[in-house]
């Protein structure tokens, strides 16, 4: 993924530290047994340092022994960025007091308040209730036991699969439209909201897979083989209707006609990259022109050898006659 990281980004990246299996996480668990409360700050850039008052500087490897040691002073731990060293120890924090906050604890509220306004994350343990809350990303996130975490995961894998289904009978429906050339604007929103139904859920269990960290293989691999080609799928249809939004806007006609490049139909086509592909669906505008050209008009486009045209033109027909027999069976 290019570009800046997104909050979610973040937040994975702060759960992966402390998923099961860390020394981090084990450091953790140590001081929720020990019936301890603790303040975990991940980064000892500038910007943290110049917050720290008090404490001592430790700069010591990190082991969970050492952590669970330090959690008996009151005062903030700070680790490296990946968390390999412990830097400081028994360190007052002092964030800006106007960034706002909605936890009431002492401790719970100068957590999110450094890990609003550094960007860092920052692992808080409520020594009353043993509850291991993560900021990261301008999200809190409260760790959760590891077996109801799987049965919750399960259970979302479990609604992924069913909406999965409908969406797989949505974009079926929707091909037999583009190859008769009737497609609305309706028809093309509607596939597009369950996809992003379908996105929210599998981005929640791969939240629940980062926080699992090695319990996490199977639904890893579940994950993966229900979600990937979809994802891809999704991509194509919204690349193909590029002017069609999830939720189109007041005043547009949902019954007007939309007009499909036909990049998702081409992804069929055995052996047609992404950019002969785009070629293609660049020369003829729309999938109407594209599946009424034969093959020397498809050879004809540039970068388009005759054998690739031929498969082009073969792949399309078979979509036309599938769709043809569907409607009689």
Do not use: W
Request: hydrophobic share 45%.
């Amino acid at each position: 993924m290019h570009g800046q990281p997104t909050p979610n980004d973040v937040l994975h990246d702060a759960l992966a530290i402390v998923a099961p299996g860390t020394p981090l996480r084990d450091g953790i668990d140590r001081i929720v047994r020990a019936k301890m409360g603790a303040l975990v700050v991940v980064g000892d850039d500038p910007s943290v340092l110049a917050i720290c008052s008090g404490g001592f500087l430790l700069d010591a490897e990190f082991t969970p022994q050492r952590l669970s040691e330090l959690a008996k002073m009151d005062g903030a731990i700070i680790l490296s960025n990946d968390a390999s060293r412990i830097a400081r120890a028994n360190v007052h924090l002092v964030p800006d007091p106007t960034v706002p906050t909605s936890e009431t604890g002492t401790r719970h509220r100068t957590a999110e308040r450094v890990a609003v306004s550094l960007g860092v994350p920052v692992i808080s343990v409520s020594e009353e209730m043993s509850v291991i809350n993560v900021y990261a990303g301008g999200m809190k996130r409260q760790l959760q036991d590891i077996g109801r975490l799987l049965d919750r995961a399960n259970q979302a894998l479990q609604t992924l699969e069913r909406y999965k289904d409908k969406l797989d009978d949505a974009t079926s429906a929707l091909t037999a439209l583009e190859i008769e050339d009737v497609v609305t604007v309706h028809d093309v929103a509607a596939v597009i909201q369950r996809g992003e139904m379908v996105r929210q859920i599998a981005a929640e269990i791969e939240t629940m897979i980062v926080e699992l960290g090695v319990d996490a293989r199977l639904l890893r691999l579940q994950l993966d083989e229900v979600f990937t080609s979809l994802d891809d799928e999704l991509d194509l249809v919204i690349a193909d209707y590029p002017d069609i939004s999830g939720e189109p806007t007041v005043g547009v006609d949902g019954d007007a006609p939309a007009n499909p490049k036909g990049l998702r139909l081409l992804a069929r086509v055995p052996r047609l990259s992404h950019p002969e592909a785009v070629a293609i669906t660049t020369h003829f505008g729309e999938l109407a022109k594209l599946m009424r050209a034969s093959a020397d008009e498809l050879a004809a486009v540039p970068g388009i050898s005759p054998k690739t045209a031929s498969a082009v033109k073969d792949t399309l027909d078979r979509l036309t006659e599938s769709t043809i027999l569907d409607q009689y069976i």
